[in-house]
């Protein structure tokens, strides 16, 4: 009994259940945060606002604050009951054998079995509900009458006192019936929107799961590509160690040999000198006269010749050495050739950027290798030119791109504001359209302040990322119409990409102000 007491205070008094997410409004009522909202939203045609069970009035309307206190004491109401809502209900006059209730009557707050409920319904016409225990929720909390009305005004549910002498007199009232089929039909032609909505986001999630396999499936294809390059590179670093050890042995052998023949040769003349000493020493102990001066030649070859030694007198030239420089440049040549491979295989070529002085803006110094444009402070002495920027301190590139995939890289010595891109040749060479910026014939990434900018056609967008490092590489797809900027810290992070349909060949084109400078790295 205290059980079913405390349910009936920890329901709401608007959908007569438990409570979800309860709030409190101002006076001290709690109801689900649902059903005040709905109330609410449909007071505010009426234009004012009420309490459902004080009356309590609100001239604007009023803010709900969540209950956290109630919510966990129907939390732990629920926890502690928990086969409540299962646990079957029986016929109340069935005493001596229980038999499962098919309805309950709520003016008696009785529940009928089909044979009591069929002599129910020939005595009387109650209101009968399905099974349940919670009578005082289908009950006025005032007259303690049987809910039979709904007030749309007050979203509230009423008896017949509450309609005759209640807060509630003259308001329009609708049987809870035909409330209920009208909310139903509201509720009907909701769904009917959701529908459509739920098919769409299903959609969308299908395309997802498909884009996301497709995602899983490209990056399985490039571990395999990689893999493979990196086995097609590690047996072309095996081939150029090979080729530089076989170099290196080559050399070895050629001079081992010239040294083990030098050996040789010196092995035997020094076998004939000590056959000769031995020889020396022997007359050195003759004593008679005739004999030692008879010996008279025996000196004249006691020293051996150049020409038994090949004249170099036994020793090593400097030219019988290993010739490291000719080992590296084997080295280095298989290891160019690595790289070019490489790049062929990844299907784009790293082009020989240089820089055009005619096209250099008056205060835009040029390094004598054409690679690097600094701003400078001093007019340069260059011979008039029509294709020189006059109002801004740019330079084109000799090279153009009319196909095909490049790629470069670039370094800004990270002092004042320096723009990197592309450029078509007819871009203007003078007024506002002539800044990369400010038209719609370039394409640029900006760095300046400490952060990166996108510009194309005087539209600006600031990336979220700072920059880390000085070297930028950028990616040129011209059929594709992409082009890319990347900042080569570690890993790599791509900045930016721009989609367009090229219809000019492509010149590279810096901006440099304050000072900047700006280098292509080979």
């Given amino acids: 009994m205290a059980s079913a007491e405390l349910r009936d205070e920890l329901n709401c008094s608007i959908c007569l259940s438990l409570y979800t997410d309860p709030v409190s409004l101002r006076c001290g009522h709690n109801f689900c945060r649902s059903c005040i909202v709905s109330a609410l939203d449909a007071q505010e045609a009426a234009g004012g606002y009420s309490c459902p069970d004080c009356r309590a009035e609100y001239p604007e309307r009023p803010a709900l604050e969540k209950n956290r206190k109630l919510r966990n004491i129907v939390e732990r109401f629920s926890s502690t009951q928990p086969g409540m809502e299962e646990t079957r209900i029986f016929c109340t006059y069935c005493i001596k054998s229980p038999v499962p209730a098919v309805k309950s009557c709520v003016h008696c707050e009785n529940s009928l079995c089909d044979d009591h409920l069929t002599v129910h319904n020939k005595t009387m016409d109650h209101i009968l509900v399905d099974p349940t225990r919670s009578f005082g929720s289908k009950k006025c909390s005032h007259h303690k009458k049987v809910l039979e009305y709904y007030c749309p005004q007050d979203a509230a549910f009423l008896c017949v006192s509450c309609c005759l002498v209640g807060e509630h007199r003259g308001h329009q009232v609708e049987l809870l019936d035909e409330a209920s089929e009208k909310k139903k039909k509201e509720l009907r032609k909701y769904l009917d929107e959701l529908y459509p909505q739920k098919a769409d986001i299903q959609t969308r999630v299908q395309n997802l799961r498909d884009h996301k396999g497709k995602i899983q499936e490209k990056a399985s294809d490039e571990r395999k590509n990689v893999r493979k390059r990196f086995m097609d590179i590690k047996e072309q670093v095996e081939m150029a160690e090979n080729k530089a050890l076989s170099e290196v042995s080559r050399q070895?052998?050629?001079?081992?040999?010239?040294?083990?023949?030098?050996?040789?040769?010196?092995?035997?003349?020094?076998?004939?000198?000590?056959?000769?000493?031995?020889?020396?020493?022997?007359?050195?102990?003759?004593?008679?006269?005739?004999?030692?001066?008879?010996?008279?030649?025996?000196t004249m070859c006691s020293h051996g010749g150049d020409e038994d030694t090949g004249g170099d007198g036994g020793e090593v030239s400097s030219e019988e050495d290993l010739d490291e420089i000719l080992i590296s440049l084997t080295l280095?040549?298989?290891?160019?050739?690595?790289?070019?491979?490489?790049?062929?295989?990844?299907?784009?070529?790293?082009?020989?950027?240089?820089?055009?002085?005619?096209?250099?803006?008056?205060?835009?110094?040029?390094?004598?290798?054409?690679?690097?444009?600094?701003?400078?402070?001093?007019?340069?002495?260059?011979?008039?030119?029509?294709?020189?920027?006059?109002?801004?301190?740019?330079?084109?590139?000799?090279?153009?791109?009319?196909?095909?995939?490049?790629?470069?890289?670039?370094?800004?010595?990270?002092?004042?504001?320096?723009?990197?891109?592309?450029?078509?040749?007819?871009?203007?060479?003078?007024?506002?359209?002539?800044?990369?910026?400010?038209?719609?014939?370039?394409?640029?990434?900006?760095?300046?302040?400490?952060?990166?900018?996108?510009?194309?056609?005087?539209?600006?967008?600031t990336l979220s990322v700072k920059p880390t490092c000085p070297t930028l590489g950028v990616f040129l797809d011209y059929e594709a119409g992409c082009l890319s900027f990347y900042e080569l810290c570690d890993p790599i992070r791509h900045l930016h990409t721009f989609t367009a349909s090229f219809t000019e060949p492509l010149h590279v084109v810096f901006c440099v102000d304050d000072g900047a400078s700006v280098t292509i790295r080979s």
């Fill in 252 to 298: 070895e052998e050629k001079i081992l040999y010239q040294i083990s023949h030098l050996i040789k040769k010196l092995e035997i003349q020094e076998d004939e000198l000590s056959r000769k000493m031995c020889h020396v020493e022997e007359m050195c102990r003759v004593t008679e006269p005739i004999r030692i001066l008879q010996e008279r030649d025996i």
């Fill in 332 to 461: 280095h040549r298989a290891m160019r050739d690595i790289v070019t491979n490489v790049t062929s295989e990844l299907g784009f070529h790293v082009p020989d950027i240089l820089l055009d002085v005619d096209t250099a803006y008056e205060l835009v110094k040029i390094s004598e290798d054409l690679n690097t444009a600094t701003r400078s402070e001093e007019e340069q002495e260059r011979p008039e030119s029509p294709g020189r920027f006059v109002d801004h301190s740019q330079v084109l590139s000799r090279c153009v791109f009319s196909s095909g995939r490049h790629y470069w890289e670039v370094e800004w010595d990270q002092i004042g504001d320096c723009a990197i891109g592309l450029s078509y040749p007819s871009i203007e060479r003078e007024g506002d359209k002539s800044d990369i910026r400010y038209n719609d014939k370039s394409w640029c990434l900006d760095m300046c302040n400490g952060g990166y900018t996108v510009w194309h056609n005087s539209r600006e967008l």
